[in-house]
């Protein structure tokens, strides 16, 4: 291990986190890791990762500390809760936040923690899934100041292919928004798609071949509209609630900025739909099954 590189930490080791972490042992980075549920992080400190006890053990000895979490209260606790980030942070270091969270929270939190500790914030959400955490291939949007993003760059491109600075705190957030946006409306619309192939005697199973390189053509198509032709909904790469929480914040943002987005507000409602019938935690190829019914 290079001993420019910067020590690390890590709080939330889940579907992203995990290959994230894997990730950057790869690369040379010392690693602590911390998890709600400790033995996720088994696997890690196999590889040679530090398990610490707290998320303010995170920033012990560490220069940056990473967070992927599960939505903005989960982030707020684990910064700013018992044993939080905050009590152990201090002025130089710098949190990196990977999750999706609204953006005036983030700015909110983002001042309360350098107001109390004097750690930066970055706020870096990713776009790509869980095989793009694994093969380093993230998309990444960030917020805040250029000299912290310049810090952070080593890190971010161990993860990602492109890095993209939005602007100042939260920016980050507003363009990870507009993504998920974009996947759900896009992965409702596949699915009525397949649905309705189906129903037409349409072998869907060549719908992602047959449009492929056309302007109906995306990522979202090629991976799930061959998942929904063949009801493959395991193993489970990304979850209908994490779709359902940023559509809502897409939502919430959107009244805050007095800005109209009628699409998402209806995947908002269809998403819950979806949700309410058993499949909060489940894939979104599970999409299909809402317009399949029972015909």
Not at 213 to 238: C, N, T, V
Not at 258 to 266: C, D, N, T, W, Y
Request: proline letters at 4%; charged letters at 20%.
């Amino acid at each position: 291990m290079s001993d420019s590189l910067p020590s690390l930490g890590f709080a939330g080791i889940g579907l992203m986190g995990l290959p994230m972490c894997r990730r950057l042992l790869a690369a040379g980075f010392a690693l602590t890791v911390w998890n709600r549920s400790p033995e996720k992080c088994a696997e890690l400190v196999s590889a040679g990762a530090r398990l610490a006890a707290s998320p303010a053990e995170l920033c012990r000895d560490n220069d940056m500390v990473l967070l992927c979490l599960a939505d903005t209260a989960v982030v707020r606790e684990v910064v700013f809760g018992e044993q939080g980030i905050a009590l152990g942070g201090h002025r130089g270091q710098l949190l990196i936040d990977l999750s999706s969270l609204e953006p005036a929270a983030t700015r909110e939190m983002a001042a309360e923690l350098a107001a109390l500790s004097g750690m930066a914030w970055l706020d870096a959400p990713v776009s790509g899934g869980t095989s793009g955490a694994e093969a380093g291939t993230l998309a990444i949007m960030v917020g805040g100041e250029a000299t912290d993003l310049q810090r952070a760059q080593p890190i971010l491109l161990a993860l990602g292919q492109r890095v993209t600075h939005m602007g100042g705190v939260g920016a980050g957030q507003v363009t990870k928004a507009c993504n998920q946006m974009i996947v759900a409306c896009n992965a409702l619309v596949i699915a009525e798609v397949v649905a309705l192939a189906e129903r037409s005697g349409v072998d869907t199973a060549l719908l992602a071949e047959a449009l492929a390189g056309g302007f109906a053509d995306s990522k979202p198509l090629q991976i799930l509209a061959p998942e929904m032709a063949q009801s493959r909904f395991e193993p489970i790469k990304w979850h209908v609630r994490t779709l359902l929480k940023d559509l809502d914040g897409a939502v919430k943002f959107s009244r805050e900025q007095g800005s109209a987005i009628p699409l998402s507000g209806l995947a908002a409602q269809l998403m819950r739909l979806h949700a309410s019938q058993g499949y909060l935690e489940k894939d979104p190829a599970t999409l299909v099954e809402l317009y399949r019914g029972k015909a």
